[in-house]
């Protein structure tokens, strides 16, 4: 049996695998007490999908108002360019 740490997890401890850092290929077992099953509160699948879940929404979200930025600019420019156009007739007549 092989484990993805040197040794097995330990018991009463979350089980997620933690990298030693960006530089070390080595992992350790999360520190963190068992909360909810075999994970702490924040290795938790429910934890972490809703975690995703935030960012997903945030980027969504951002994503949204990038796109809706250019139409309301134009709409802007429109209802500019039809007042001046009013504006035109009315002085016109
Ligand atoms: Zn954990």
């Not at 309301?72 to 209802?79: D, K, M, Q």
């Amino acid at each position: 049996m092989s484990y993805l740490y040197d040794h097995p997890p330990k018991q009463g401890r979350c089980r997620k695998a933690v990298s030693n850092g960006s530089r070390s290929f080595s992992w350790h077992q999360c520190y963190r007490k068992v909360v909810k099953g075999e994970w702490c509160t924040i290795h938790h699948p429910s934890a972490v999908e809703a975690r995703r879940a935030a960012s997903r929404d945030k980027w969504e979200k951002e994503l949204e108002a990038r796109h809706n930025l250019p139409v309301e600019r134009a709409l802007r420019r429109a209802t500019v360019a039809q007042l001046n156009a009013e504006l035109g007739r009315r002085s016109d007549a």
